[in-house]
Nanobody, 120 residues
Framework: QVQLVESGGGLVQAGGSLRLSCAAS????????MGWYRQAPGKQRELVAG???????NYADSVKGRFTISRDNAKNTVYLQMNSLKPEDTAVYYC??????????????WGQGTEVTVSS
């Protein structure tokens, strides 16, 4: 199975920055895409940013210009640099990875989440 380990969350003041990381491990042949989702209290989980193995990125409108997703393909790791944080960014952030296992079966895995709290 594929395991995703997230880190970097915490408490930060509005206007501050955090950098989240997510490392995937397991019998992975190829990761086609990794992304960050978030879920605020009482709200549904939403896509924040995604990146393909080729480097194509996409962002939610609410974070464009403030967040940057990047990856280290050799380490199967994705990062989310979050700048100019706002209280509305407060949520549990989840990492997701999709791709192929060594068995050539597809996989889609979620991390356990890391909490981000932005105070005003």
């Amino acid at each position: 199975q594929v395991q995703l380990v997230e880190s970097g969350g915490g408490l930060v003041q509005a206007g501050g920055s955090l950098r989240l990381s997510c490392a995937a491990s397991g019998s992975i042949l190829r990761i086609s895409a990794m992304g960050w989702y978030r879920q605020a209290p009482g709200k549904q989980r939403e896509l924040v940013a995604g990146i393909t193995s080729g480097g194509s990125t996409n962002y939610a409108d609410s974070v464009k210009g403030r967040f940057t997703i990047s990856r280290d393909n050799a380490k199967n790791t994705v990062y989310l640099q979050m700048n100019s944080l706002k209280p509305e960014d407060t949520a549990v952030y989840y990492c997701k990875a999709e791709g192929l296992l060594l068995s050539i079966r597809t996989f889609g895995s979620w991390g356990q989440g890391t909490e981000v709290t932005v105070s005003s």
